[in-house]
């Protein structure tokens, strides 16, 4: 703590205190409490007629002076006692004889205690300021703290911002390009016999699926800040999940020409939800699965409803999650070592948008695995 601040301190704690404690009346109190110490002293002595421990009163006189006033009137009212005292009490042993300071030597062991006391409360006041001090330090460290974290949330507002804004000026000219290769690659298709026709569209085809795979990241990077920024608002309806369930799995299975099992109750199963983005749900699932376990491989999707929700499930037969990645397999940005080292492509975003989306339908989700015999990924959703 800088030295202004502590003076800044040491007036504060001055200002709290009530102004009849201050030192000042205290060095004025200590006048009258010596007389009246002395009085009572002489008072005692002459009931007794001889008083063996004249320094008593005084004594009580300091200690009361230390504990209102503080250690300076306690040292002044020490001073003042020991004079009294030698006045009236030595002084007159050796019959006014001012020069005899031997006699005097007997009030160093009241000097010696009353010294002691207003020690002791120094101690005491130092303490006090201390605590203070550490008090205000204390302070200014959550203001500090406060500020940092407000810089913080502020550059992560900005980086939100610039993910969105991003995302939506990548977005136009790659929907162009996609649009314009789609074009030349229908074209082409009608003169299929020219053969110099053939290295176009391998070209053309190969900017398509690159374009369609850019798409899906700006997809993913779009959801994932308007997510942040609360901008997504469910349209819930009335849906026979069932249906909507078998459709994306028949969509993957077109897509990917993978086999996909489905397995769900004959009779519809009808629940509210949003259902472009519950579609979402199941796809990013159910793509994972394929993604991540070999080509040959079986996905084993099912719907089981029972009394108060519904309970989702996408099986795979893959290399499975490690069991200290699976808590983390749900947040933002994260792969895993073996989703890194493998030629998988991803940005680590689709399990953080699905949570959310399960979150904001009020369900759960979770994933059970066992590393090198696959994966399940569960999504209940209350009914
Ligand atoms: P990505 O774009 O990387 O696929 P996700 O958010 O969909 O991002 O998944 C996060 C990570 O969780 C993946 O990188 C992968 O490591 C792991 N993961 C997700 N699904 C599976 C699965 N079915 N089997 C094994 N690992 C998976």
Redesign the pocket.
Known sequence: MSLEQRSRLRKDYMSNVPKWRHPFIGYLVTIPATIIVLMCTMYVAKMFGQFFFPSTFCIIAIVFVALFWGAGPAVWSIMLNAAALYYFFVLPFNAYDYTNWRDALQLLPFIGSGLVIALITAQRERARFQALATELELQLYAQELEATNRQLEDANQMKDRFLSIASHELKTPVTTIRGQAQLMLRRISKHKDEKHMDGVATTLERINDQTSRLTTLIDELLDVSSMRAGKVILNKRLTDVTSLCREVVEDQQLLTERHITFEAPTEPVNMEVDVDRFAQVMS?LIS??L???PDRSLVEVSIQPETYYVLFSVK?H????AKDQQEH?FETF???P??QASTKR???????ITKDIVERHNGHIWCESVPGKG?T?FVEIPL
């Open positions: 990013n994972n699965a993604k991540y376990s795979d893959g290399r499975g999650i397999i994260y792969r895993t073996d989703a991803g940005l680590g975003l689709g399990l953080s994966s990924f």
